[in-house]
C-alpha cells in the first residue's frame, strides 16, 4: 500500500493532543488516527471528521492532507 504525505501528527501535536483524544473527538479509532499519521490513506469522510475535530475548516483540508483523493 502506497503512503501519502500529511501534517496530522504535528497539527496534532501542536495542539496538545492526544492520539485517543483525537479520535475520541473525531469518532474514529485510535488505530485509524496511528495509520493516517503514518501515511495511510483514509476516506474522505474519516478526512472530514478530522478536520472539524481539530477545529479547522473543511476548506482546509490540503494543510493536513496533502496528495489525499
Known amino acids: 500500500m502506497t503512503t501519502r504525505p500529511n501534517s496530522l501528527k504535528k497539527m ?3 495542539l496538545l ?4 483524544e483525537l ?3 473525531a469518532d474514529v479509532s485510535p488505530i485509524t488516527i496511528s495509520r ?3 501515511g495511510m490513506p483514509c ?3 474519516t478526512q472530514r ?3 472539524i475535530a481539530l477545529g479547522l475548516e473543511l476548506s ?3 494543510r493536513l492532507f496533502s496528495d489525499q483523493e
Open 12 to 14: 496534532r501535536e501542536s
Open 17 to 20: 493532543m492526544s492520539k485517543a
Open 23 to 25: 479520535a475520541r473527538k
Open 36 to 38: 493516517i499519521e503514518k
Open 43 to 45: 476516506r474522505l469522510d
Open 49 to 51: 471528521k478530522i478536520l
Open 60 to 62: 482546509e483540508k490540503d
